[in-house]
């Protein structure tokens, strides 16, 4: 073929112009990397799809077994020769058979009430119970369970969030209860499914430490549990959003007294708060593993008590460069853009409420976990078993060391310094609640001062001072 043929050919096929083609379909596998990754994320989805399938199958198995076992007559035969046998100190098998029927009603409840996301919890809570009780599972299963269950986790506070009162006002029929008044709401049900998950992920912690301690996987799931906590935060956020939207729509269709009256807070994101409080206090003092976890709760709790302490001390929110903080502010002469920079106050004002309950659980268990601990000489003690009793607050004094390192932490997180701290190396990354913590009732225009009032006093501001004295000198 010479080059004149060569050319002839390569003009006759470009006279034919561009090849008829779906606009979607354009370029779709000249990109080589967008090819692979598209095979990879199909047949990701495939697995997920197949293991989730399988999860569903073996519970049903499961379950008929179980039925099956209750069912059929127990029958023992009397034998007088032979001697009582003494209990073992292991388990009976009643307590598993409860502890099964406990975790079987949990999945249930996730699953009816909250839907994929319920379904996604309950696949790697049952994968993690049958992994446990197999000595020959490996760490990396384990690991990957327990990471599902973390992001399961922060995907049901989403969820939770969002159907919060339909949750709050219908109950699950239980054919065990006598009387309907002895029976839950399906929000109860869920929370209380949902603590035991979490107690489950620290008893899956413990292990993975026990096997490798400081390992790999451990951080993983640290990592995936700090990120849980943070979703966790943002769905306070989603909840006090959508009651400011209510009360906005309720104050401009004038409806009745008593919705304006019941608005002065978010219930969804009380309850939320409260649950992140029952959550924070499981985590064990003499538990390191448990240590790095609270670490990665309060370095999160404090970015975002940062941010909302920036918005109510300068009444904006933190800009990406300087520029933007010192900038004018423009009058908004826009009726729509009015409306929803005041449902936005409105939203932070509830939310700053909560931040405020879960700000004084940490700052009270702070103590436990951050002030240098004492080697006791008897190490042979046992130490807290898993349940669903949180701790009480550390009569003990912060540390001042430890103090400044918060004050420090809060300071960076408010007014974003590039300094290096000390919590960010952290982020490799009940159960019946108790009463709900009082808040003073407050005007919501006295809301944002009382915020950074509370803040302050909480964590303290001495660094500022020493900061004021160094720039003086």
């Not at 997180?413 to 290096?420: E, I, N, T, Y």
């Amino acid at each position: 073929l010479t080059c004149k043929d060569y050319v002839l050919q390569l003009r006759a096929a470009l006279r034919a112009g561009r090849l008829p083609s779906s606009e979607p379909e354009q370029g779709r596998y000249l990109d080589l990397m967008e090819y692979e990754r598209q095979r990879r994320w199909e047949a990701e989805t495939k697995c997920a799809a197949l293991q989730s399938e399988n999860v569903r199958q073996a519970r049903t198995i499961q379950l008929l077994e179980q039925r099956l076992h209750d069912s059929c007559p127990r029958t023992q035969a009397a034998s007088p020769k032979r001697k009582k046998a003494t209990p073992t100190p292991g388990r009976s098998g009643a307590m598993i058979a409860s502890g099964e029927a406990t975790t079987e009603n949990d999945c249930q409840v996730l699953e009816d009430n909250l839907g994929d996301d319920g379904s996604y919890l309950v696949e790697h809570m049952w994968t993690f119970q049958r992994l446990l009780r197999h000595r020959e599972s490996s760490p990396e299963a384990i690991c990957t369970s327990l990471v599902g269950i973390a992001s399961g986790l922060g995907r049901v506070f989403t969820a939770i969030a969002k159907r919060y009162d339909r949750l709050a006002t219908r109950t699950r029929e239980k054919p065990s209860l006598p009387t309907l008044k002895e029976d839950k709401s399906e929000l109860a049900c869920t929370i209380l499914a949902c603590t035991r998950a979490f107690v489950m992920l620290l008893l899956g912690l413990n292990s993975l430490n026990e096997d490798s301690p400081g390992g790999r996987a451990t951080g993983l799931v640290i990592y995936e549990s700090v990120k849980m906590f943070s979703i966790a935060l943002e769905a306070v956020e989603i909840a006090a959003r959508q009651t400011a939207r209510a009360q906005v729509g309720a104050q401009s269709k004038q409806v009745s007294r008593t919705n304006s009256q019941n608005a002065k807070t978010s219930l969804a994101a009380r309850g939320i708060a409260h649950l992140l409080v029952t959550l924070v206090g499981q985590l064990e003092q003499s538990n390191p593993v448990h240590q790095k976890l609270f670490d990665g709760f309060a370095f999160i709790l404090f970015e975002r008590a940062g941010k909302r302490l920036y918005y109510c001390t300068f009444g904006r929110h933190r800009g990406t460069t300087i520029e933007d903080d010192i900038a004018l502010h423009v009058a908004l002469k826009d009726p729509a853009e009015i409306a929803r920079k005041e449902t936005e106050a409105l939203a932070i004002r509830y939310e700053i409420k909560e931040l405020i309950v879960v700000l004084e659980r940490a700052m009270g268990l702070a103590p436990n976990h951050l002030n240098p601990q004492v080697e006791k000489k008897n190490q042979n003690q046992p130490g807290r078993t898993l349940s669903l009793r949180t701790l009480r607050a550390s009569k003990t004094r912060l540390h001042p060391l430890a103090k400044d390192r918060l004050q420090r932490t809060l300071v960076a997180c408010m007014f974003g310094d590039k300094m290096d701290d000390e919590f960010l190396n952290v982020l490799r990354m009940p159960v019946r609640l108790g009463s709900l913590p009082t808040v003073p009732e407050i005007d919501d225009k006295d809301v944002e001062e009382w915020y950074q009032k509370q803040v302050w006093r909480l964590v303290g501001w001495d660094i500022l001072a020493k900061e004021n004295e160094t720039m003086i000198q």
